[in-house]
């Protein structure tokens, strides 16, 4: 059908087209600017013109469905082997993931979001014990003033403005039940909530909120990761409380400070600041420091607590195991170009992990001794569970392009990078949108460096999975 | 969430609802562009609610004619006391692997909040979330602030229905450097000050987008244009239409805007 038809076939359907002239057929504007413009988009009703979207509000059930297909490599000679680590080829996941939210009442508003994941390993058979679920938020929230609040439940408070480390964040530690990727800003976002009594007042440029958190369970024992269990052992072990207050100080300065209290430790402080730096760049930096272990010390002291260790246990490195003011900090910038990438680059820095020289002794003291290697894992995974870095010092990049090469797709890249050893862990995955509610992507990661390096003493070389993802 | 969802920009929605505002409010003009001011903002006054307000825009793109991704956005905005700035919250409604995040905008703050993940992370004018295309262009909307015009003449232009309008052409001019488009040709209806069609570049002086104004009808008390057409500059084949609906004047409380209320947004 010519121009000039279709054109005729929209004015003649258009018909009564609200306060609109019909259009002359194209050409005979004389402008190249209306030209540009084809005649489906002209009227909506016209043929092959969008449907309008289906919904005007969002609705209060949300979620998606996932299907999950990964391949996994691994050293066969590896320095270092994680004791009970199993090495499976194929990984397979499906995950339903739902959120509800709604009024119940004038001023009364429930939230619930629930997550299950089914992951097979190779050779392993559909069981209850492979059904993960994560009751990440299920809370009451009452409105006591227009800008007064309190809410009651699981709460998933997320502090901080980095992407790979949140200092300021209290909240994380332990809260990760399944790890769907290694990448920690996905971490970050699929973690459990915690149970708390939370106030809060905002105003104008500024907000206080004051929050308990009680101890449900005392984490004594192993964490109960592979059930239906809420998992209380993760987020709720100690009765804690806190203080956040920000204020507009001008037009872009909101510090944001945090003070967080915890049974039997000292006092935890948090400062959390964005700024941009003209239209494509932002800044970021958080902060937190308190009395407090090193990595080493709170990595027994939790295999103690979950019974993997005997009490009383001693680093068999040398190790500072007292208390003493420490920090962690992540300071980053985000640099966005006209052609859709953005670029992160981040530096983490935790005083109480290993420095470059302990590192060394920690992997010589593990390929000699089995204790020692039980250790060195152990405090590996204390520092992976808590999501922080093992060692003082590393990077974080990461770039997305948004629309690269084709409309529909997105390309993605991240590495985390200890400036040590220059072993890294690193990512790259394409997300492509076959339609508004269908994804579909494919990662890659891999684990880099010499064998005696963090991310080289990995038993997993790297994987490469596919997913499906559904939303409605 | 998808994993690269949360750092998908924002779509070019946000970037057309940009355009869609761009000149809609009153220039701060030099002294010798007095009447381009005030054609501006009579212009401006059809174009601009005038009060806190919200809307629904529903996007719909086409690829060399051929129609592509739709998208809707529940819009909430406000002029800020003193700085004359337009803070704006957007709410994703489609599509369905978007719904229910925000977007926060106050001057050049941006925040974007994924309800589903809890997170909320700062992003720079230039970066979108959640989208299609976009130039990086701004969310700014007040040109009183950002841009001097001066009158460049009557010109006859054609509107997006094909018909011939009588026409005054202005030249906006960024006073600003935080702004994406650093001149703005301008076209206003000489016989109802109804602003026609907008052509934006870049500070190479590089066409980036160019919009149409149509579907005037009466919103909240006057005749205003329910539809911008949206030409890109530098893919001409991408065309995007945004329709205006559901305009209503509304409490927008200040408390919005800022990083803490955006997981406690609730606009009904």
Known sequence: MSRLATAALVVALAGSAAAQQAPPPKGAAGDADVDLIPDAALQSAAPGAPAAPARTSVPPLRGSVEAAAQALGWRSDPVLRAPGQDDPRTRLRTSLDLRAEGTLAPGLRGVLAHRFDLVLSEGQAVDDEHLQGSLREAYLSYRLAPDLHLDLGRVNQKDGAALGFNPADAFKANAVKVRVSEDPSVLRDARLGTVMLRGQALWDGGAIAALYAPRLDDGRGPPESLSLSPGLDRTNRQHRGQLKASQRLAQDLQPEVIVTFAEQESPRFGLSLTRAFGDAVVGYAEWSGGRRRGLVAQALREGERRRDLPPGTRPLVPSDTGEAVRSQAAIGLSLTTGFKLTMNAEYHFNEGGLTRSDWRRWVEAARASPLANGQFWLLRRFAGEGLEPVVRDSLFLRASWQEAFLRDLDLAALARINVYDGSAFAQVEAAYYLTGATTLTLTGNANFGHRTSELGTLRQHGSVQVKLTQHF | ?268
């Not at chain 2, 051929?66 to 409604?93: D, H, I, N």
């Not at chain 2, 703005?184 to 987008?209: C, H, I, M, N, Q």
């Not at chain 2, 329709?243 to 947004?265: C, H, I, M, N, T």
């Open chain 2, 1 to 268: 969430m998808h994993e690269s969802e949360a750092m998908r920009p924002v779509p070019s929605p946000f970037a057309i609802l940009a355009l869609a505002f761009l000149a809609a409010f009153p220039a701060a003009a030099a002294a010798q562009a007095r009447s381009a001011q005030e054609i501006l903002a009579a212009s401006d006054a059809i174009r601009n609610p005038g009060q806190p307000f919200g809307l629904t825009v529903m996007l719909a793109e086409f690829r060399s004619g051929a129609p592509g991704q739709t998208m809707a956005l529940k819009v909430y905005s406000k002029e800020e006391t003193g700085s004359g700035q337009y803070r704006s919250l957007l709410q994703f409604v489609e599509p369905q692997r978007d719904q229910g995040k925000l977007m926060m905008k106050t001057g050049n703050v941006l925040w974007f909040h994924d309800p589903g993940a809890g997170s909320t992370i700062r992003i720079s004018p230039q970066q979108r979330l959640l989208g299609q295309a976009s130039n990086g262009d701004v969310v700014t909307v007040n040109l009183a602030k950002d841009y001097s015009a001066i009158l460049a003449g009557e010109e006859a232009v054609t509107d997006a229905d094909r018909q011939k309008r009588d026409c005054w052409k202005l030249e906006l001019k960024a006073t600003s450097d935080s702004v994406t488009y650093w001149r703005v040709e301008y076209w206003v209806d000489k016989a109802t000050d109804r602003p026609v069609k907008g052509r934006f570049y870049s500070e190479t002086d590089r066409l980036l987008k160019t919009a149409f104004y149509r579907g005037y009808e009466l919103q909240l008390g006057r005749d205003r244009p329910t539809e911008t057409i949206i030409i890109d500059g530098i893919d001409t084949a991408l065309v995007t239409r945004m329709k205006f609906s559901a305009y209503a004047y509304r409490d927008v409380p200040e408390s919005w805007f800022q990083k803490d209320s955006l997981g406690r947004f609730r606009p009904e």
